[in-house]
Nanobody
Framework: QVQLVESGGGLVQAGGSLRLSCRAS????????MGWFRQAPGKQRELVAV???????NYGDSVKGRFTISRDNAKNTVYLQMNSLKPEDTAVYYC?????????WGQGTQVTVSS
């Protein structure tokens, strides 16, 4: 089993920055990808960013140029640097690890951007 623990959410003014972290522990054999998703009230969960084992990345259209995903393989940790935050970025952010054939999710961390 794999456990994911997120940190770094909070309240920030529009234009500000936050950095999210997600550390995995447990039976980690082969991480295929690490990513961040978010879900705002009344909306579906959407991809924010993903980084694959080979290092390639993908971003949701709404965050391109503002958010950066990175990782520390030695620490089994993925980061999300969020700059130029907008009120529409307000959501619960979930980290996701794909380990072998299985998906694992963090508990979610709230990010609130005030205007």
């Amino acid at each position: 089993q794999v456990q994911l623990v997120e940190s770094g959410g909070g309240l920030v003014q529009a234009g500000g920055s936050l950095r999210l972290s997600c550390r995995a522990s447990g039976m980690i054999f082969s991480i295929n990808s690490m990513g961040w998703f978010r879900q705002a009230p009344g909306k579906q969960r959407e991809l924010v960013a993903v980084i694959r084992s080979g290092g390639s990345t993908n971003y949701g259209d709404s965050v391109k140029g503002r958010f950066t995903i990175s990782r520390d393989n030695a620490k089994n940790t993925v980061y999300l640097q969020m700059n130029s935050l907008k009120p529409e970025d307000t959501a619960v952010y979930y980290c996701n690890f794909v380990v072998g054939p299985a998906n694992f999710w963090g508990q979610g961390t709230q990010v609130t951007v005030s205007s």
